[in-house]
């Protein structure tokens, strides 16, 4: 059974930073590209940014130069760093497998 898990949010000031984990149990980690989307309230979910199996990063128009993707396939983790963070930068942060798995969450809250 394929499990993701998030951890890492939390509370921060504009211009803060934070790193966000994704551990994947059950599923041949290195095998996959794996995404973060996230979720502000009353919008739709949004791509953030993804990574494939050997490291290629693809990232949202909104997110690039802030925002940094990466893997460790020995620990089966996916990160995204966020950095210079904004109040629109407020949502539920979720990661995403090439199989379609999601993980419960983590908030994000980016507040003065």
């Known amino acids: 059974q394929v499990q993701l898990v998030e951890s890492g949010g939390g509370l921060v000031q504009p211009g803060g930073s934070l790193r966000l984990s994704c551990v994947a149990s059950g599923i041949s980690f290195s095998d996959y590209a794996m995404t973060w989307y996230r979720q502000a309230p009353g919008k739709q979910r949004e791509f953030v940014a993804g990574?494939?199996?050997?490291?290629?990063?693809t990232y949202a128009d909104f997110v690039r130069g802030r925002f940094t993707i990466s893997r460790d396939n020995n620990r089966n983790t996916v990160f995204l760093q966020m950095n210079s963070l904004q109040p629109e930068d407020t949502a539920v942060y979720y990661c995403?497998?090439?199989?379609?798995?999601w993980g419960p969450g983590t908030q994000v809250t980016v507040s003065s």
């Open positions: 995403q497998s090439q199989l379609n798995n």
């Open positions: 990574i494939g199996r050997r490291g290629y990063a």
